[in-house]
DNA sequence: CATTCAATGTTACTTTTTCTTACATGATTT
DNA sequence: AAATCATGTAAGAAAAAGTAACATTGAATG
């Protein structure tokens, strides 16, 4: 469903849509971005345009507004879902590095056998591992 | 999916980004409309705005165009459509009348039997089929 | 071949939308 | 009370979009 995706990244909506759509204000719409909660797009005129995941984002923070959260509290849930995404995307970008294997194998073997004194089983500068 | 059916019905592009979504020029778009194939709202400020189906109906056109169709054949080939459409969703609200029940059992049976001749397996006047 | 017509381009001028910046205001928080 | 937050509002500039009219081009037609 990778063309749903992409659907909803294009940024095809002024902001008088958005006005609408969100019952925001402009001025509110451009203080959250100003506050970082919105990146649109700007078209060639400078204009900016929004794009569908821009508009969940928008009633997103509105509803947070609605409860009583305010812009500290709101940048700060975002904060925490990018590192959280950012941190899987890696993950599953890059495969495991020899390091990571060695190290998670350590790690398992230790827990299972209970083993963590540096003695002969230990793989520390085993390169051959 | 009636939500679905909603949000792509949904006036909320303006004429620049239908330009770059359809690679139309400004004046095509309008004079399409001119010609009736397109019906864009318009916001309180008289600007046209179109929504996803508009987009889908501009970008059919386009293709139409590009196998050589004019605006004329374009024109009724959605004026079938609207005919037909408008002839199914009749029959959809009340249901069939026992005439049409019998014309459409009766060309079924044709078809399927290849029976064209006025004989003696011939439905015609019968009314009690 | 000259004419006509359909589809599109272009230009001029007006109105609407959006932009930025600055200042104002009513709640909170300190 | 002073500062800060979230939003409103106003001014002036730039961009986008509207209509209307005339221009161009390619294809069909007498």
Redesign the pocket.
């Known amino acids: 469903m990778k063309e749903k995706e992409l659907r909803r990244s294009l940024a095809v909506l002024?902001?008088?849509?958005?006005?609408k759509l969100t019952n925001?204000?402009?001025?509110?719409?451009?203080?959250?971005e100003?506050?970082q909660l919105v990146t649109?797009k700007?078209?060639?005129?400078?204009?900016?345009?929004y794009s569908l995941n821009d508009i969940d984002r928008l009633l997103e923070i509105?509803d947070f507004?609605d409860e009583g959260i305010?812009?500290?509290?709101?940048k700060h849930i975002y904060d925490d879902e990018a590192r959280k995404k950012a941190q899987k995307k890696a993950q599953l970008e890059k495969p495991l590095t020899d390091t990571d294997v060695r190290k998670i194998l350590r790690d398992e073997f230790m827990s299972v056998s209970g083993l963590a004194r540096d003695d002969e089983f230990s793989f520390k500068h085993n390169k051959n591992f």
Chains 1, 2 share one sequence.
């Open positions: 002024p902001i008088g849509t958005v006005m925001l204000s402009a001025r509110q719409i451009r203080y959250y100003e506050q649109p700007r078209n060639e005129g400078n204009r900016r345009m509105r507004l305010n812009m500290a509290g709101i």
